[in-house]
């Protein structure tokens, strides 16, 4: 039985550079293959899982994770020719065929992969970055090799090709750090005490537990408006989303609201004199 059993994996199907190609070689290609996947996606998650109990940066893990993948897919495909007994060379052919297609009809994919990579090697945007690309606010959730997904501050997901990111303007609100400048405007009524508008105005703005004290909140008299008088308080805090600003800058306005109301300062609103020369007579 073992006899036949060597006898019909020795036996060969065809030959190929005159070298034959067994049975048991076709056989173990396809369990090599699962069991090198099956290895890689192990060894891939293990340094994953390490990096991250390290708190290594997000964009790091990506590299490296993409870096075990390629080295371990070409490894896979040369060990797997060579079980096969299929010289490199004999791709050579195939390889420049396949190399004049990309040049003419994946250019675009090719740039995007590239970009890709500029964008985890250089990083320029980060995962977690606070983004303004045309208009549309997000973070960024992950960069791949073709594109780079963001989640929009509405929840829905956007894919933006990776050379659309380095070739038009875009807007990193958190590039360098998380601060955030925020301004809250209002105006007043002619006749209010301007001193202690701007006294109110920055205890209000203070008084909010996100607001940092360094940079230290500012208020400032703009201008002798037609209707008011406007003033404008100034604050940063830390923040990667546009929610936490539009969060902060609401609660300093209600703030405000119940401040003014308690010392009778009136928020102005538009209103205009009329001047009418001569008689005005109502008929009815």
Avoid at 132 to 155: A, F, L, P, Q
Avoid at 177 to 191: E, K, N, P, Q, S
């Amino acid at each position: 039985m073992l006899a036949k059993l060597s006898a019909l994996l020795n036996h060969a199907i065809f030959t190929f550079n005159e070298e034959p190609l067994t049975v048991g070689e076709v056989l173990i290609i396809p369990l090599w293959l699962i069991l090198s996947f099956w290895l890689v996606r192990v060894i891939v998650k293990s340094v994953e899982k390490r990096l991250t109990a390290k708190k290594r940066d997000p964009n790091i893990i990506q590299l490296i994770r993409k870096i075990i993948v390629i080295v371990s897919l070409a490894i896979i495909f040369l060990t797997t020719l060579s079980m096969l007994n299929v010289p490199i060379t004999a791709f050579a052919f195939l390889s420049g065929a396949i190399a004049i297609g990309f040049g003419f009809g994946a250019q675009n994919i090719i740039n995007n992969f590239i970009s890709g990579w500029i964008l985890i090697g250089e990083k320029p945007i980060r995962i977690g970055d606070f983004l303004e690309v045309e208009g549309v606010k997000g973070i960024v959730e992950e960069i791949n090799t073709r594109s780079t997904r963001i989640r929009r501050v509405d929840g829905v997901h956007m894919l933006i090709p990776n050379s659309k990111l380095l070739e038009n303007t875009v807007v990193n609100w958190t590039l360098r750090d998380r601060l955030v400048r925020g301004t809250v405007r209002i105006g007043v009524a002619y006749g209010s005490d301007c001193e202690q508008v701007a006294k109110l105005m920055l205890a209000a703005t203070k008084a909010h537990d996100k607001v940092l004290d360094d940079p230290e909140p500012s208020v400032f008299f703009l201008d002798f408006g037609d209707n008011a008088l406007v003033f404008e308080s100034y604050f940063w805090i830390n923040s990667t989303v546009e929610g936490g600003l539009r969060l902060v800058s609401s609660d300093i306005r209600f703030a405000l609201d119940k401040a003014f109301k308690d010392a009778d300062i009136v928020i102005a609103f538009p209103q205009r004199d009329i001047h009418i020369d001569g008689e005005l007579k109502i008929t009815k």
